[in-house]
């Protein structure tokens, strides 16, 4: 559990601590791929790897399009966060109808055997195939983007346009394009979380961005927008917390203590727990 | 050939609108006890259908309306409610929003039609009862679970209560008498919503009144991943699953714990018993139990008939939510008929005086609005080979 919620806030807080959008739309940004996946896979029969990469690049040119046609001005104008923010409510309500109109509404789940089933065996632990894959991927994607960000040319500009996008432009960064290269790459790790957790839950639907979006967020904040070691973390520790907390205490208090632990933490440290190196990074 | 299969697809149609009228919701088999038998004068009606056509409940809310439009079409190729009368549908989508419920209420009354069919869902019925009551006008609820909701003479309510004689009371008793090993059980109910929180105690009280051991686990409606509920359920190594979610919660967690290998006793609900829902679910749901107020197997005859005529129209069975709204028009039906002119306050005093029905779920009594089973109460099916069947304890 906790990986996909760790593997979406790393794409969320790239977004966020980039261009400063609280992108409400980037759980459709997840959703919407593992939509475009089903349908390829199921409803189109194309074999399920193709559709996997089809529905990767249907993803980021789903954030790259709506980022132009709705963000985009917005930063022109300077409008700020809170104009934004109620864009991406706006984007959100208008790719979640996309999303239930391709389902009709219903939940569906990737064709039958396109995902693997039962546990696998690895000394004392236990796991299914997917969660192994869904951990991988979160490990690998933390590794390959903490390397990216903090070891590359075209992620210290990316780091430069997130502190100010004034002063990157005087230091000779394209703002433009580091700002399509941060969506582009934020929306593919949005989409791979979206396309594992619908493989892993059985759910390919609308709802699946919903609940990915709040987990996700709180991930995000707790372990520090944008410090790529926090966000993973923080997911993890909460899908652990979650699955402790229904079996030790009960499952009325799940939700509660998660959004209370990001309460906690915004008064306690607003900036997240992990956030210490990024602010002296930027 | 192509005609000649045309006409034979029509003679059986007709062959089966007219057995409907016959041995279906007639006049003599569907009128109240107490009716005063008013024939209702010539002319178009309109009833109101409160639907859910868009949100999370779209699926289950398009299911009911469909059903609702059958009955009506139904109604007109029969001439159940007289010679020269047309009925008509005006359908509003509440989104599973009560806010937008109640404007959508407040809209259809303004298009002057004779009553309202509503809420699938309790929070749309708890929200819209007393705006109909202020209101003073008619509405049958076909869907909601939720005890209470039932106000005679404005707010009437075709589904049976589960928690009622004939209910849970039933359907877990014969579980557990085909299953004496089972001593322990989990009981999944989701929290957020009135119906399913109320249906969990009926199913509780009846689980420890046979001596099982319940642990109780709740998820909310918008939950999507039980990989964590299902690991906690495994842990427990519960003999029994007992489900009063929503779907596809009830699906999803099936599906989780057959993964992780439970063989106990899966007793679900009638939101499993849908197409949409064993496509999702697949085989990992064949053998869960299904309590359902609709077998499309029953022998019935109001319900056979239903089921006939709706398979010869749409190639495939009904549904039990396709019942849902078809049970709601007709009963608002019957009252526009008993009403004699069709507006909303002869409509009410006509609910009030239904005291018995033949519905698709078998024989009904109807007391302060609430309908109650008057048969055998729930029926037990699964899924087999991708059909539903009655499960044979």
Known sequence: VGAGYAIFALGFGLLFSTLKVLNIAAGMYAALPAVAVWYLSDLRHWPFAVAIVAGLAAGIVVAVVVDALAFAPLRRRNVGMLGSLITSIGVWFVLGSVADNITQFQVERYPIGSVPRGFLSLGIVTIAPTALVQLVAAVVIAFSLHIFVRRSRTGSAIRAVGYSEVSAALSGVNVNRIVLITTGVSASILAVAGILIAGTSNNVSHALGDSLLFKGFAAMVIGGMGDVRGCLIAGLGIGVAEVMIAQYISTDFRDAITYGLLLLVLVVRPTGIFSERQTTRA | MKSARCVLATLVASFLVLGLGACGPSPSSNSPSSSGGASLAAGDYKIGFEGMQTGTFAATGMQISQGGQFAVDTINATGYLGKGVKLSMELRDSAGDPAKAIAAFNDLKRQNVSGVVCCAISAIAGALKPVAVAAKFPVVVAGAGLPGIAQAPYVNRINPLLSTPGGYDVAVKKVLKANPSVKSAALVYTKD??????????????????????????????????????????????DMLIQSTLTPVLILLVKALRERGFTGVDFGNKGGATDSMYKLGGTDIEGMLMPVEYDQSSTDPTAKAFTQAWTAKFGSPPNVFHAEGYAGVYMLAQALKDSGDGTPEHVTDALAKIKTMNTVYGPMTVSDGQAFFAGTGLVIVKWKNGKIVPWQA
């Open chain 2, 193 to 238: 919503s009135d119906g399913s929180v109320a249906d969990a105690a009926s199913m509780e009280k009846e689980l420890i009144a046979d001596g099982v051991k319940v642990k109780k686990y709740s998820v909310l409606s918008k939950d999507t991943d039980m990989s964590g509920l299902a690991t906690q359920i495994m842990a427990e190594k519960p």
